[in-house]
């Protein structure tokens, strides 16, 4: 069913994908019920699969969903299966000895965080499936996951980063090294795919960084020496593209980490309710302000975003530096990707007709390239 169907029968069948293998299972459980609760019910017939920590695709129960702070993925529920170059048709296993029960879908509403679900595995199975859905293809999506790659585009491109060296178990970097490149003696070390602030650390002295560098290189095989931005600010900015092509930014947004905690870590953002405090729209002079719009087009441009993406900086003074980008950023009801664009004058339920018209825009856009080959 190509958009313009979708239209006319003016119920759009949506499928939200939620939970998944990576350590931010629950920050999507809560993500996904804020975006099941804005979708206009008469005019999206949603259906909820849930990803176990496994990988498991399984029919969720949208009963309760409506109220429910995060949705609730059934470990043994019917299992689901979208099926290559299927356009949206997905069996339904499981239910009891009865044969495979047929769903169809318009749009796929991939609302998963970290590897797995935003680094471009997903979205290369949903090209397989040939299915229109949410948020940046394969190249966009890969490309921001890995903090190491996206800085080298962003390099590459003139914008911004802070100063890092790469570095591998294989082949290690001493402090003095890290030091000398970065041009700090303080430093920032992160694994390079992860996510919510896991698997990163502060470090003043070889021994706090050999620690660090243990610490990051357990998450994974790549990691980042940054040099460590100090006074800074966090500041975000929510990019969207409209189902035209245009391409917005966002009223900015600025996180401020209690002081308790140092810097933005897994507990300032999940774990103590007051880890951190959010301010949208956040104070930053409007020239200032001007350009890290303008620079967080660009980024989404650079990186081969498309549809959405959360561009966060930091800034010390009058200096911008380009942090990272998420492509499927948090959204659950405190989350800061909706609420800037609630600033901007654009309610949560637009948003989500705004996301979903570029899904089915650019699905049937594709198809048609295809089909003149
Ligand atoms: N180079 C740096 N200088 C200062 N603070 C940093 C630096 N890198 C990371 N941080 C702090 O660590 C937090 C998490 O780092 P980030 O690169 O955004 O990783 P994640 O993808 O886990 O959010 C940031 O929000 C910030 O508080
Ligand atoms: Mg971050």
């Not at 003016?10 to 809560?30: C, M, Q, Y």
């Not at 299992?79 to 047929?102: F, M, N, S, T, Y």
Request: overall charge negative; glycine content about 8%.
């Amino acid at each position: 069913m190509g958009w313009i169907d979708v239209m006319a029968h003016n119920t759009t069948r949506v499928a939200i994908l939620f939970g998944g293998r990576s350590a931010e299972h629950d920050v999507s459980r809560a993500s996904a019920a804020n975006i099941f609760r804005s979708l206009d019910a008469s005019r999206y017939a949603v259906t909820l699969i849930g990803i176990t920590p496994e990988g498991r695709w399984v029919l969720a129960d949208a009963v309760n969903a409506r109220t429910a702070q995060a949705l609730t993925v059934p470990p043994d529920g019917p299992q689901i299966v979208l099926l290559p170059a299927g356009q949206g048709r997905a069996l339904v296993l499981g239910d009891g000895a009865a044969a495979p029960r047929e769903l169809t879908f318009d749009v796929i509403f991939p609302v998963l965080h970290g590897p797995n679900g935003e680094d471009g595995t997903m979205q290369g199975a949903l090209e397989l499936a040939d299915v229109a859905y949410v948020g940046a293809r394969v190249m966009g999506s890969a490309a921001a996951m890995d903090k190491d790659v996206a800085k080298r585009l962003l390099r590459d491109a003139g914008l911004p980063i802070v100063p890092f060296v790469t570095m591998t178990a294989a082949a290690p970097v001493s402090y003095e090294d890290a030091v000398h490149a970065v041009g700090c003696s303080e430093l920032f070390i992160k694994p390079a795919n992860l996510g919510s602030s896991v698997g990163i650390s502060k470090a003043r002295t070889p021994q706090e960084f050999a620690a660090a560098c243990d610490l990051a290189l357990r998450f994974d095989g790549k990691i980042l020496i940054e040099r460590c931005i100090s006074p800074v600010r966090e500041i975000e900015c929510a990019v969207l593209e409209h189902a035209d092509g245009e391409v917005k930014a966002s009223e900015l947004g600025e996180i401020v980490p209690a002081s308790s905690h140092g810097f933005y870590s897994y507990a300032a953002k999940y774990t103590d309710a007051s880890g951190a405090s959010l301010h949208v729209p956040a104070q930053v002079e409007p020239g200032l302000a001007q350009r890290i719009r303008k620079m967080a087009t660009e980024v989404f441009g650079v990186l081969c975003c498309e549809s959405l993406a959360r561009v966060d900086f930091f800034v010390h003074g009058e200096e911008v530096y380009v942090n990272e980008v998420n492509t499927l950023p948090g959204f659950t009801n405190i989350s800061m990707y909706p609420k800037m664009w609630e600033a901007t004058g654009l309610p949560q339920p637009a948003l989500m007709d705004a996301l979903i018209a570029h899904a089915l825009a650019r699905h049937a856009r594709l198809r048609q390239l295809a089909s003149q080959r």
